[in-house]
Every structure is written in structure tokens, then in C-alpha cells.
């Protein structure tokens, strides 16, 4: 079926580092891709989302482009803050109805 | 997009007891989704509940312990019955207001810890 693949976390960064959080995916038709954002102690934001294949999504300096080739879709952000520490959840859905998430990536960004 | 209210946002519970969890959307949506996090770990679906007709249980979810309400569009119930410690957890409730290719919108969640 379909399933995300996520880089496991934790991740810890210095403030204005790079980010990169790696994302596969397998699927057996033409889902689209998200990534969605976790702050403590809060639900679930939709972060950015690609719909096909060469799609990049891009929200608040993170971006992500939506590869069928390597079937991935990688967060990045150029210089990351604080205030950017959360979990960061890969997904992917190739029907209305069913969602798929990956097992999520903590991070945590220091001053 | 939609704007969900959960509640209770938290709430410690006796074992053998149940919980009732609420979403409350501003706008009609078709579908809702319930979705349980555990400790550390990723969503998982719990069952899709449609107005009208009984709510859909992924595997490993029965109607027994998870029983689902969704009485009109805006609105819907999750109970979690029968406390177990391992029901500690993170509840969460979405919608696919707009479809999920645009990604769903989900409440704040529930923090359940069973004593």
C-alpha cells in the first residue's frame, strides 16, 4: 500500500542553519504530498503541498519539490529560527479520503 | 479552509472509565476524521466518520471501544471507552474541507492520560 518514509529525528540545529528533512514515499498512483507542522502542545498546520510531479511547495522559507523520479519530496529551509522548533510530519494522499503520514521528525532549533 | 474546535484539549482519566471528545467545525463538511498519536509516534487513522450513516474503523479499531457520533455536518463525538493506560494518547480530529489534495485541517488534539 501506500506509505512515507521520513528521516527520524531528532534533529537539532543552531539558529540560521540549513535545514533538510528527507521524505520518500511509495505510491501506486499520482498522490499529492505535504508536509504539515506540529507545534508543542498544538494539532496538526498544513505546512505546504505539492500536487504533481515537479510541484514546488513553499511556505514561511520552507520549500519542497514534489520528485517522481527519486518518488521524494524533502523539506528545506535555508536558515532556520527558533521559533521553528516543532515535529514535522510528511504525507501523502492519492485519493480524497485517505491520508498518509510519515512518523514524523522533531525538531529542535537553538539560539 | 475550515476552522476546527476540539475539546477537552487535555484530561486525565480513571482506568475503566470513558472520554468523550468533541469537534465542532465552522463550515459543512462531508467527511471527518479521527486520528490517534501516540506518544512519540505518527497519526494514526482511526476511523472516518460521514453524516448520516455509521463511521468507517481502520484495522485494529473497533465500534466497541472507539463508538463515533457525527450527528449533522459541522459535528462529531469520539468516545474512547474502557480507559486503559495504553489509551494514552494524543486525539486528534480533521476534515478535508476542500478535498485532501489540498490537506486536511485538523483541531488542536487531546491529550488523554489514563491513571
Known amino acids: 500500500g501506500d506509505s512515507v518514509t521520513q528521516m527520524e529525528g531528532p534533529v537539532t540545529l543552531s539558529e540560521e542553519a540549513f535545514l533538510t528533512i528527507n521524505c520518500t514515499y511509495t505510491a501506486t498512483g499520482y498522490p499529492s504530498l505535504f508536509w504539515y507542522v506540529q507545534y508543542p502542545g498544538e494539532g496538526l498546520q498544513l505546512l505546504l503541498k505539492?500536487?504533481?510531479?515537479?510541484d514546488k511547495g513553499s511556505n514561511k522559507g520552507f520549500e519542497a519539490t514534489y520528485r517522481k523520479e527519486t518518488t521524494s519530496f524533502h523539506l528545506e529551509k535555508g536558515s532556520v529560527q527558533v521559533s521553528d522548533s516543532a515535529v514535522y510530519f510528511c504525507?501523502?494522499?492519492?485519493?480524497?479520503?485517505?491520508?498518509?503520514f510519515g512518523a514524523g521528525t522533531r525538531l529542535t532549533v537553538k539560539p | 479552509s475550515a476552522v476546527i474546535s476540539q475539546k477537552p484539549s487535555r484530561d486525565i482519566c480513571q482506568r475503566g472509565t470513558s472520554l468523550t471528545i468533541q469537534c465542532q467545525v465552522d463550515s459543512q463538511v462531508t467527511m471527518m476524521f479521527w486520528y490517534r498519536q501516540q506518544p512519540g509516534q505518527s497519526l494514526t487513522l482511526i476511523a472516518t466518520a460521514n453524516q448520516g450513516s455509521e463511521a468507517t474503523y481502520e484495522s485494529g479499531f473497533v465500534i466497541d471501544k472507539f463508538p463515533i457520533s457525527r450527528p449533522n455536518l459541522t459535528f462529531s463525538t469520539l468516545t474512547v471507552s474502557n480507559l486503559s493506560p495504553e489509551d494514552s494518547s494524543i486525539y486528534l480530529c480533521?476534515?478535508?474541507?476542500?478535498?485532501?489534495?489540498?490537506?486536511?485541517?485538523f483541531g488542536s488534539g487531546t491529550r488523554l492520560t489514563v491513571v
Open positions: 505539492a500536487t504533481k510531479a515537479d
Open positions: 504525507a501523502l494522499s492519492a485519493d480524497n479520503n485517505d491520508m498518509r
Open positions: 480533521s476534515v478535508d474541507k476542500g478535498g485532501a489534495w489540498d490537506g486536511y485541517t
